[in-house]
């Protein structure tokens, strides 16, 4: 299971170091998901990401049948299959993915959210939007003004969005062994001293 913050349960850096948010876990997330979800849905366990607001599950589909030829239109062909067969599964499957992801809501305190992959090709719906606050500088303006005009993104919450996820494109090795390493503090953390003399 993918996560956001190590155990899945609401880290985030705060001023004075790292806070606890008031979150049950969510290290049985996929777990509880595998068991839950229909065996004939996916093509084996889903991926299952977990940050403090979101709980995101994303499966494998079938491929698609049939022979399509490497040309421009063979490929277009196979893309809106691909499409299609998404699409047919988001419909089919709406009833009781939005009763399971209620149950799961219910359990873990987070929204749940929905995707499907066939092959290279994975499209996500429902997927939670969340407002992050934060304070720039002029220079830091500048880039994402500068992202604004040239047209690559619509707004300067969407050049910032678009720099997270270039960032994260580009520091996965690196991203993991921070949360590696956050997850040793915690678990250091959780062997020391109390700080109760009565105990």
Do not use: C, N
Not at 183 to 194: Q, S, Y
């Amino acid at each position: 299971m993918h996560r956001g913050w190590p155990g899945g349960r609401g880290r985030g850096p705060g001023r004075g170091g790292w806070q606890q948010a008031d979150l049950p876990g969510a290290d049985d997330a996929a777990a509880w998901l595998q068991g839950r979800l229909p065996d004939e849905w996916f093509t084996g366990a889903p991926e299952v990401t977990v940050d403090r607001e979101e709980i995101l599950i994303v499966g494998e589909l079938p491929p698609v049948e049939g022979e399509f030829p490497d040309t421009e239109t063979g490929r277009a062909d196979r893309a809106a299959a691909v499409a299609g067969r998404i699409s047919r599964f988001r419909e089919s499957t709406r009833e009781e993915r939005i009763e399971i992801a209620r149950q799961a809501e219910h359990r873990y305190q987070r929204k749940v959210a929905w995707g499907a992959r066939i092959g290279d090709t994975v499209e996500l719906f429902t997927v939670a939007s969340v407002p992050v606050m934060t304070r720039l500088r002029q220079p830091e303006r500048i880039v994402l003004d500068t992202l604004v005009d040239s047209g690559v993104a619509r707004s300067r919450s969407d050049a910032l969005a678009w720099a997270v996820r270039l960032v994260g494109q580009h520091a996965d090795e690196w991203l993991g062994e921070l949360r590696e390493a956050m997850a040793r503090v915690d678990e250091l953390r959780a062997k020391g001293p109390t700080g109760d003399p009565d105990q």
